[in-house]
């Protein structure tokens, strides 16, 4: 028999504890060796629960009690997540997590600490909730040289976007409705902002490309400023509007350089994540070999997040005393300047505009949508980010601009 501990007793942490219980024969059978939870520490407790019997309140109990080998860590947020983490894999118990900022903040240091004391440091959970990806880029695809990858990564961003493309709403009427769901925090700024799916492109990336991605580094813009005016232009353009976190990697005079960004932008129905809507998140990956693929599910939730955590728990049993490779080294990735790479766009701008854009732009051909008489949209050739730029600011300004993501297959 193994004992695990489970760090937070929320939303993920009470899933692991259900999936645990509700698939116990398969699980152990996967694992060949029955798991048993012996403690859950969190601050509260949870009277009438079967699972308060097992709950502590101090880590120390944990961190000092040889039968524990196998940790899960579904705390969230840096502190104390990475001080109890660390502590338990000095200890040489195995630590599994869906915390995708600690992960982006501290991975290379706890994989390297796990594997100087002959344990694990899983994370599937941590970019994708329920989707397998981590272990794909990890093992599965290391035949291919993977040089992109995009991605929806956040759920709530998408439930709003899906919500205001197919109900014509305004983003702070779904905001309110995805937080009375569930779907988004009393303070989603993580998520709308861009910042969570900008930790799990980091992740993703320095996996991908056996560098460390600085998510601090990665330029991220969220999807506040995305109005309704935006979608009917969408439509019209029989596109949709998502945010994308991508990163591709370029190697010039043979140094590797990777742009990344997490940003909305026009798809078309050509790309299979147009299809991907509401709380769902799909991720495609291309490879020299294997060209592009696609991995696609519940991005988030209790149960789906839970069951990737278990996942990591079974190979931790697994291979007790054995570690796991992981292809991240902690060398830094070199992150280019968006500056420089080139898109085409989608404006609007005032009608007014129109011969200043044509003089700055070249010929373009204009979008209209019949309840907004006194603006166009146009799609620019491709350009870079700098001189876009650069043009908008001498037409003085537009009303808005998304960029385009080319057809992925």
Same mark, same amino acid.
């Given at each position: 028999m193994t004992k695990i501990a489970v760090?937070?007793?929320?939303?993920?942490?009470s899933g692991v504890v259900e999936v645990l219980t509700q698939n116990a024969k398969l699980i152990n059978n996967k694992a060949k060796e029955e798991i048993e939870v012996k403690y859950v520490l969190d601050l509260r407790d949870f009277p009438g629960d079967p699972i308060q019997e097992k709950i502590v309140h101090d880590f120390d109990v944990i961190l000092k009690d040889p039968e524990v080998r196998v940790v899960v %860590?579904?705390?969230?947020?840096?502190?104390?997540?990475? @001080? *109890?983490? !660390?502590?338990?894999?000095?200890?040489?118990?195995?630590? =599994?997590?869906?915390?995708?900022?600690?992960?982006?903040?501290?991975?290379? %240091?706890?994989? +390297?600490?796990a594997h100087a004391n002959n344990v694990n440091y899983l994370f599937e959970a941590s970019c994708g909730g329920g989707i397998p990806i981590i272990r794909p880029l990890n093992s599965s695809l290391t035949a291919d040289d993977v040089d992109e990858i995009t991605g929806i990564l956040n759920g709530t961003t998408n439930y709003i976007l899906t919500e205001m493309t197919q109900k014509g709403l305004k983003y702070e009427d779904v905001l309110k409705d995805a937080q009375e769901k569930g779907y988004a925090e009393r303070n989603p700024e993580a998520d709308v902002e861009g910042h969570d799916a900008c930790r799990k492109l980091a992740i993703l990336s320095s996996l991908a490309y056996a560098r460390t991605a600085d998510y601090k580094g990665i330029y991220t813009e969220g999807i506040t400023k995305i109005t309704p005016e935006d979608i009917e232009y969408a439509k019209a353009l029989d596109m949709q509007i998502k945010l994308l976190a991508t990163s591709r990697k370029v190697v010039v005079?043979?140094? !590797?350089? =990777?742009y990344a960004l997490v940003?909305? *932008?026009?798809?078309s129905q050509n790309t299979p994540l147009y299809s991907v809507n509401g709380v769902y998140n799909a991720i495609l &990956?291309?490879?020299?070999? /294997?060209?592009?693929a696609m991995f696609y599910g519940a991005g988030a939730g209790s149960l789906p997040t839970a069951?990737? &955590?278990v996942s990591d728990v079974v190979d931790e049993v697994r291979h007790l005393g054995r570690t796991l490779v992981f292809n991240w080294n902690p060398a830094m990735l070199d992150l280019a300047?968006? @500056?420089?790479?080139?898109?085409?766009?989608?404006?609007?701008?005032?009608? +007014?505009?129109?011969?200043?854009?044509?003089?700055? *732009?070249?010929e373009i051909g204009t979008i209209s949508v019949g309840s /907004?008489?006194? @603006? &166009?949209?146009?799609?620019?050739?491709?350009?870079?980010? !700098?001189?876009?730029?650069?043009? &908008? %600011?001498k037409l003085g300004g537009v009303i808005s601009r998304i960029r385009i993501k080319e057809d992925a297959v």
């Open positions: 760090l937070g007793y929320g939303t993920v942490g %860590e579904v705390m969230g947020g840096l502190h104390p997540a990475y @001080e *109890f983490t !660390k502590a338990a894999l000095e200890e040489g118990k195995s630590v =599994c997590t869906s915390n995708k900022e600690l992960v982006a903040e501290h991975g290379p %240091e706890l994989i +390297s600490i005079d043979g140094v !590797k350089h =990777c940003a909305p *932008f026009l798809i &990956v291309h490879g020299n070999m /294997l060209g592009y069951s990737a &955590v300047s968006i @500056e420089d790479d080139k898109r085409r766009f989608f404006v609007r701008i005032k009608e +007014s505009q129109l011969d200043k854009a044509r003089e700055l *732009f070249g /907004l008489p006194d @603006e &166009v949209g146009f799609i620019t050739d491709e350009i870079s980010e !700098k001189d876009f730029n650069a043009n &908008v %600011e």
